[in-house]
């Protein structure tokens, strides 16, 4: 049984392992590196994040980022979403996203949206189960080692904030 909560700085080890788990698959991100602590926290919605436990470890998380400043943008946000290598292919994902998009209207949010390199195929599928629909594509927009990237972009849109 999955548990989800709040992430707590204390969790950071554990999400950093994550992190680098899926950074190590090539088709996570465009980040090479986890950054340090400091640095994660500084970019990521304080009251946006959440960590998957399974028996007491963590297993996953998600989190929150702003998408601009601006104040018209206040309600959008660009979402991650990490599983650790061992509990994949079990629906965390999915239960995290789940949650994540619950917490994002409680704190007002009206659009979330995500870039998925097109190869991560269980990611795009948890988001579309999530209310998320494609919205286009981001052809080359990236080199990882040397290749051209695409991303595809996802979106939901609240049905009960910003209506």
């Not at 994040?49 to 206040?74: H, I, K, P, Q």
């Not at 917490?103 to 007002?108: H, M, P, Q």
């Not at 051209?148 to 009960?160: A, G, H, P, Q």
């Amino acid at each position: 049984m999955t548990e989800i909560n709040s992430m707590e700085p204390h969790h950071w080890n554990e999400v950093k392992r994550i992190y680098e788990e899926g950074l190590s698959t090539g088709n996570a991100t465009f980040q090479t590196t986890a950054p340090e602590w400091e640095e994660w926290d500084k970019a990521h919605i304080q009251t946006g994040r959440l960590v998957a436990f399974e028996n007491g470890t963590v297993v996953g998380w998600a989190a929150l980022t702003l998408v601009s400043d601006r104040c018209v943008y206040g309600g959008v946000a660009e979402i991650s979403v990490y599983v650790a290598e061992s509990a994949r292919g079990k629906g965390v994902g999915k239960e995290l996203l789940k949650s994540l998009v619950k917490n994002s209207e409680a704190n007002k949010f009206w659009t979330l949206q995500a870039g998925i390199f097109p190869e991560n195929i269980a990611s795009i599928k948890i988001h579309e189960a999530n209310g998320f629909h494609v919205i286009g594509k981001r052809e080359k927009i990236g080199q990882m080692k040397g290749v051209w990237r695409d991303i595809v972009l996802l979106e939901r849109r609240s049905k009960i904030v910003g209506i």
